[in-house]
């Protein structure tokens, strides 16, 4: 009875120190997108376009080269209430490329990519999903 006791008690300890590293490694990975994409994901959903607008770096390719003062036209067809729908549900994938991270979410046709502009993240680029 001791030794099932003991071989419990060494399960039990070894599981905890798995979970306590995968937390640690977890941690450490953390790059602060998830912060970033709560954020951008509550601004899409409340129609606030003054934030979305701030998380996009400029100039961004939409069908054009476009600057902040063509915001709206962005708005009108990249957030369209399908568009916040879907991005509402996107879990976004990471890529990492030649060291670069990004992460993307797919909507219908539109990919939208995130990447980091200095410490921050933003919403950089545009894509046709393929």
Do not use: H, Q, R
């Given at each position: 009875m001791n030794s099932?006791?003991?071989a419990i008690a060494k399960g039990l300890f070894l599981a905890g120190l798995f979970i306590s590293a995968g937390s640690a490694l977890a941690a450490?990975?953390?790059?602060g997108f998830a912060a970033f994409w709560t954020k951008f994901k509550a601004a899409v959903d409340k129609s606030d376009q003054k934030?979305?607008?701030q998380m996009?770096?400029?100039p961004i390719y939409y069908n054009d080269q476009r600057q902040v003062d063509d915001f709206p036209l962005i708005w009108k067809g990249a957030f369209t209430i399908a568009q916040r729908n879907c991005l509402a549900?996107?879990?976004?994938v990471k890529?990492?490329?030649?060291?670069?991270?990004?992460?993307?979410?797919?909507?219908?046709?539109?990919?939208?990519v995130f990447g980091k502009d200095g410490a921050s993240w933003k919403l950089t680029?545009?894509?046709?999903?393929d």
């Open positions: 099932i006791g003991s450490k990975s953390d790059d934030a979305v607008s996009i770096k400029y549900k996107e879990k976004p890529d990492t490329n030649e060291g670069n991270v990004t992460y993307s979410a797919f909507c219908g046709s539109l990919i939208y680029d545009f894509a046709e999903d």
